[in-house]
């Protein structure tokens, strides 16, 4: 019976010790199973990245052919429309894109409003195709805010006088602006800027300006540049702001678009030069002496060119499904970044 009892108890301290084997062996297979997942997200994540980063670099490598290439900065050019370059260029075993979505702002004249046709690109933005809002002046400030904003003339003229307070070095309120004053009044305080704009989304910071406001006019502003517009890049809405009227804007744009009538594509028309404008809208279509005076106008104020030095890529990193060998779009690493002309990097979002 005593042989029994060490027997029974051997037998329960075997299993015992089996269990907990057991349980330390399953234990060491799910910390080596997530340690073996993480490990492949991280290399995963890694060749992404570096993909995207190879994306900027094909950008730069672009830009510095462009540069000797002409003396103008157009949207039929390989920097701005080139799928051959960035459409899901293999790198590896994973794809590259450089893409944005182009809006082309083109308002029928009649009760049938503005007409929006979106698509997307491969290839960069040139920031010069924006207002710059640390140079732009009250007017052009107040006439983008109340057309894109759908703001009345005095809601619009409060934010463009808040903006140039904003960014000048003094405390010396404009007649609709906003000063420190006013900024450390507020339930959540801060001080003018008294300074230049480093981003566009500053713009949510000033007086007037709720973030409604900002979506509708983000996409037509910059801080990069020294303020000069290209009329070959420029929307309609910027045009308008500048003080083109919406006839002669349109009639810019579909200039522009060529015979097919699509921006981007080799038979667009180009303004090389700024005096070459009229003549070169000319042979398209009529001019009247009032728009005329409105082309020659940005041209004596130097508020346009036809030259780009800022340019914004949105790079992305793809890697192809190991099963399937097809690119998986759903999990892909994204660089947001502001180059200039020389391939300086002056702006970088991950």
Do not use: H
Request: proline share 2%; net charge negative; charged share 20%.
């Amino acid at each position: 019976m005593f042989l029994s009892l060490r027997n029974g108890s051997i037998l329960i301290i075997v299993l015992w010790i089996i269990i907990i084997l057991t349980i330390l062996a399953v234990s060491i297979s799910a910390v080596a199973s997530a340690q073996v997942f993480f490990t492949r997200q991280y290399r995963r994540q890694a060749a992404e990245y570096f993909i995207a980063r190879a994306g900027i670099a094909q950008c730069v490598a672009e830009l510095n052919r462009d540069k000797e290439a002409n003396t103008y900065d157009a949207l039929n050019e390989g920097w701005s429309n080139n799928p051959e370059l960035f459409n899901e260029k293999q790198v590896g075993n994973g794809f590259l894109t450089v893409s944005y979505e182009y809006s082309n702002y083109l308002t029928t004249l009649s009760s049938e409003g503005e007409s929006v046709l979106t698509s997307t690109v491969c290839g960069m933005v040139d920031e010069e195709r924006k207002i710059n809002i640390n140079t732009a002046s009250v007017t052009v400030l107040q006439a983008l805010f109340q057309d894109r904003a759908a703001l009345s003339s005095v809601q619009a003229k409060e934010i463009a006088d808040s903006i140039i307070d904003w960014r000048d070095t003094d405390e010396n309120r404009r007649e609709n602006g906003a000063e420190s004053s006013y900024y450390q009044g507020l339930s959540s305080p801060y001080s003018c800027k008294n300074n230049k704009f480093d981003i566009p989304e500053e713009l949510m910071l000033i007086k007037g300006v709720r973030p409604e406001a900002f979506q509708s006019v983000k996409e037509f502003v910059t801080v990069y540049g020294d303020g000069k517009v290209n009329i070959n890049t420029a929307s309609s809405p910027v045009l308008k702001a500048l003080g083109v009227d919406l006839s002669l804007a349109e009639k810019i744009i579909r200039c522009r678009s060529g015979s097919d009538e699509i921006e981007g594509t080799e038979d667009d028309e180009v303004f090389t030069q700024p005096a070459a404008i009229i003549s070169t809208l000319n042979k398209k279509q009529t001019i009247t002496q009032g728009e005329t005076n409105q082309i020659n106008n940005l041209i004596t104020t130097n508020a346009i060119s036809v030259k780009s030095t800022y340019f914004q890529i949105i790079s992305y990193g793809y890697l192809a499904d190991i099963n399937t060998g097809e690119v998986d779009r759903k999990n892909s690493k994204k660089i947001t970044c502001i180059i200039n002309r020389n391939g300086k990097i002056v702006y970088w979002r991950e």
